[in-house]
């Protein structure tokens, strides 16, 4: 039913990342799409250290996605990897426009903290700026 599927993932939340992904792979897609969104580097740091640390950000990337593709190519499902900076919300929904997907797969527990409450989760501002299906996974 789903030929292409959009999964952003977190280092931070690596539990809910792998229920996401076990969701993706249980829809049988052509091809699952790893998103991770970094968070930009200050404008304020620049030089050697504005390069080390995207490349400590690069690298743990790396690593990260290092998880994820095992598991999903050995479901026989076609897995591609995007690394994006910037506002999460803002770049998934640019990416699930870009890649051309069928489904966005994200998980939500709810509202965490204030921000969350007066701004909507990142799931929140997904499904209110897309216009790709949204597959949202309760913990």
Do not use: W
């Not at 091809?31 to 995207?54: A, F």
């Not at 190519?73 to 990897?81: G, R």
């Not at 797969?105 to 909507?120: A, K, N, P």
Request: hydrophobic share 45%; glycine share 4%; aromatic share 2%.
């Amino acid at each position: 039913m789903f030929k292409k599927v959009l999964l952003p993932i977190s280092t931070k939340t690596r539990e809910r990342s792998l229920k996401a992904v076990a969701a993706a792979i249980a829809l049988h897609p052509e091809e699952i799409v790893l998103l991770h969104v970094l968070d930009p580097v200050p404008e304020m740091i620049g030089g050697k250290d504005r390069q080390q640390l995207q490349k400590e950000a690069d690298d743990a990337v790396s690593s990260l996605f290092q998880e994820y593709e095992s598991q999903i190519t050995a479901a026989n499902i076609h897995c591609t990897k995007v690394v994006d900076r910037g506002a999460p919300a803002n770049i998934i929904v640019k990416i699930a426009e870009n890649e051309n997907v069928d489904l966005i797969v994200m998980f939500s527990d709810g509202r965490d903290c204030v921000t969350d409450m007066l701004l909507g989760s990142c799931t929140e501002r997904v499904l209110r700026n897309t216009a790709t299906t949204l597959l949202i996974i309760r913990k």
